[in-house]
């Protein structure tokens, strides 16, 4: 089965950064799109950034285009999230998944469409 293990949460101020990291692990990473997601409270479960199966396609939200990258190590099996400019309204808990998918290019990023899902790791963003 797919596992994935999401860390690098924290406790940051306004203007910080932080890395978050997903380990996958359980069948060939390469054949997933990858996303990150977030949830904060009284909130709808969002997408953050999306990845393609090689990487060589990404999707951000509106919201933190120009402040998140997202990366993937295929041959690491990892996932990681870098934020800069960390906001207060980043402030949420951050889950990793996995899309299984055929294609190369970057076609999934409902979190409903998403098949695996890590345990989530909590980012607060103090002012």
């Known amino acids: 089965q797919v596992q994935l293990v999401a860390s690098g949460g924290g406790l940051v101020q306004a203007g910080g950064s932080l890395r978050l990291s997903c380990a996958v692990s359980?069948?060939?990473?390469?054949?997933?799109?990858m996303g990150w997601f977030r949830q904060a409270p009284g909130t709808e479960l969002d997408v953050v950034a999306a990845i393609s199966r090689y990487g060589g396609t990404s999707y951000y939200s509106d919201s933190v285009k120009g402040r998140f990258t997202i990366s993937r190590d295929n041959a690491k099996n990892t996932l990681t999230l870098q934020m800069n400019s960390l906001k207060p309204e980043d402030t949420a808990v951050y889950y990793c998944a996995a899309k299984e998918t055929p294609y190369s290019a970057l076609r999934v990023v409902s979190p409903r469409l998403y098949d695996y899902w890590g345990q989530g790791t909590q980012v607060t963003v103090s002012s």
């Open positions: 359980g069948r060939t990473f390469s054949n997933y799109a």
